[in-house]
């Protein structure tokens, strides 16, 4: 058993750079160029040191604070520190890191082992051309990929079902195709968001569009909260309709379940919940025969995270990669560990052999960016 934690360090990586100008197409308007990733690390009284990604600094080294001299395996006491302290769910990643290292597993085979292995779909994070996405959905046929998620924020519902068709004719049936049109950005109904706002009859058009050319699911196609009117949109097309990446806790889940909005909830493990507790939100799910994808666009550490929780539940069948153009890694955090995760040629992404994430950090990487 690992002994009590001894310290808990957090290091802010400021101003990595993206390998372009980035466009992200639920922040209309705004241009990227430079990101930050906060670094978590727990290490116990015998030298074992779990890893984590993801959090507000100041929250995080609060509750890092309070966590020295106790026991890392005491998960649900943690959890209510951590519900309360605000942004600070980078440290359950590192706990359970710390947690399989100290069992000597990997964390997915800890959490159940259902499956060694996970579908990759590359998310982009640009709307892109027609054209350009075509290009870029048979470059990822070629690097491995079986599945890629397009982003329908487009201003109009014919420039949105333009790029859908052309991605749809560049792979055919050779890739499982999904798409997001990003509208539950902000908390309140009416949304608040920048950019084009959908309404329930552009939603509907947009989901039976895509429902005829085979598209797997849909998703966030109305505001977050508004229940009433996804519920509306799911009981009237076959379409999966998928969400939830800005929910918080478990009860919003439960609620949306309850209530039809979705058949793919989509929580994110350094958003809505710690990425242990997703597990309960997939249970939720699983008991009503649905599924539990999570959303993760911090990469790199998160993503390995994530992809331990779908490998160790039976209804968790893709793991999030964000991959804008083919042969580029566009978000910096990705290239934090040694082997940014990546798809083999059968579209699946191996889970990692060794305890906890099973990853190494590029020490080099992090001090040339630590503030």
């Known amino acids: 058993m690992a002994s009590k934690i001894a310290s808990v360090t957090v290091q802010l990586l400021r101003d990595i750079p993206t390998p372009r100008e980035l466009r992200f197409a639920w922040a209309p308007g705004s241009v990227t160029r430079a990101t930050s990733v906060l670094l978590v690390r727990i290490r116990t009284e015998d030298g074992l040191e779990g890893i984590g990604t993801g959090g507000a600094p100041d929250a995080t080294r609060s509750i890092g604070q309070q966590l020295v001299g106790s026991d890392p395996f005491a998960t649900e006491r943690h959890i209510r520190l951590l519900r309360r302290g605000g942004n600070a769910w980078g440290i359950e990643v590192a706990l359970w890191d710390l947690i399989a290292k100290a069992c000597n597993q990997p964390l997915y085979k800890l959490w159940g082992g259902y499956t060694d292995r996970v579908k990759g779909y590359a998310s982009t994070i640009e709307i892109g051309t027609p054209q350009q996405r075509a290009e870029d959905a048979r470059g990822f046929y070629e690097e491995g990929f079986r599945a890629i998620k397009l982003r329908l924020h487009n201003d109009t519902l014919e420039e949105d079902l333009a790029?859908?068709?052309?991605?749809?004719?560049?792979?055919?049936?050779?890739?499982?195709?999904?798409?997001?049109?990003?509208?539950?950005?902000?908390?309140?109904t009416p949304s608040a968001q920048p950019g084009v706002i959908w309404d329930h009859r552009r939603a509907l058009y947009t989901a039976r569009a895509l429902e005829e050319m085979g598209y797997v699911w849909l998703e966030?196609?109305?505001?977050r909260y508004d229940f009433d009117g996804l519920a509306k949109l799911n009981a009237a097309v076959a379409l999966a309709i998928a969400g939830g990446e800005n929910n918080r806790s478990l009860h919003e889940f439960q609620w949306m379940l309850e209530r039809g909005c979705y058949d793919i909830l989509q929580p994110d493990g350094l958003v809505s919940e710690g990425i242990g507790q997703l597990r309960k939100i997939a249970a939720l799910a699983e008991v009503r025969n649905k599924l539990c994808v999570p959303h993760h666009g911090g990469g790199g550490i998160g993503t390995y995270a994530h992809l331990h929780f779908s490998a160790a539940v039976p209804n968790s069948p893709w793991v999030e990669l964000m991959r804008d153009r083919p042969g580029e890694f566009p978000w910096p955090a990705q290239l934090i560990p040694m082997a940014p995760i990546m798809v083999g040629p059968d579209g699946y992404v191996p889970l990692p052999s060794g305890p906890g994430l099973g990853i190494d950090l590029d020490e080099d990487f992090v001090r040339r960016y630590a503030a």
Do not use: F, I, Y
């Open 220 to 223: 966030e196609p109305l505001s």
């Open 163 to 188: 790029l859908a068709r052309a991605v749809k004719d560049a792979v055919g049936d050779r890739m499982e195709l999904m798409a997001d049109g990003n509208q539950a950005q902000t908390a309140v």
